[in-house]
């Protein structure tokens, strides 16, 4: 992609804008899983979360979902750093409300996907999909939370 066609100028390791990507990076198919993911799913202790990028620049990648809030954008300082033109500064949140977890986006051009619906916010359920720019995240509670709301539940 040509950056000088959207208007952005000075050196390729900053760049200040955030650029529009196009409607059918919301469309493909879901992820699969390798034995090594499923382990690090297996292994999620109470309260967390792991999202694994299935799509984008850092595909392949896992991020902890540990923390009260955490903050995900191409600003360095992000918790979550997704390093591409189509993500905003400070993109989204992602908050722990004790077991569950919410996604927030924070007013981002391009917006944040759930499930292939553009929100506000959402309440994440086990193997949703979040799109983030051109980055596709798949959510994974921890088994032990999901376990004990089956048990709990029944």
């Known amino acids: 992609m040509e950056l000088a066609g959207f208007g952005l100028g000075g050196s390729s390791d900053e760049v200040e804008s955030t650029a529009v990507f196009s409607s059918d990076l919301l469309s493909e198919s879901g992820p699969q899983l390798n034995t090594d993911e499923q382990k690090a799913i297996e292994a999620l202790p109470s309260g967390s ?7 984008g620049p850092n595909e392949g990648s896992r ?3 540990d923390q009260q809030m955490t903050s995900v954008g191409r600003h360095p300082n992000a ?3 997704l390093d591409d033109v189509t993500v905003s500064r400070r993109h989204a949140e992602f908050h722990r409300h004790g077991q569950t977890f919410q996604v927030k986006d924070l007013a981002s ?3 944040t996907y759930y499930d292939g619906v553009r929100i506000e916010a959402a ?5 949703s999909e979040i799109q983030i720019g051109k980055f596709r ?4 509670a921890s088994r032990a939370d999901l376990n004990s ?3 709990g539940g029944e």
């Open 149 to 151: 709301a089956g048990a």
């Open 63 to 65: 991020f902890l979902l």
């Open 109 to 111: 051009l391009n917006g």
């Open 123 to 127: 309440m994440l359920e086990d193997g």
């Open 49 to 55: 979360a792991l999202l694994i990028v299935q799509r």
């Open 137 to 140: 995240l798949t959510f994974y």
């Open 79 to 81: 918790d979550i750093f």
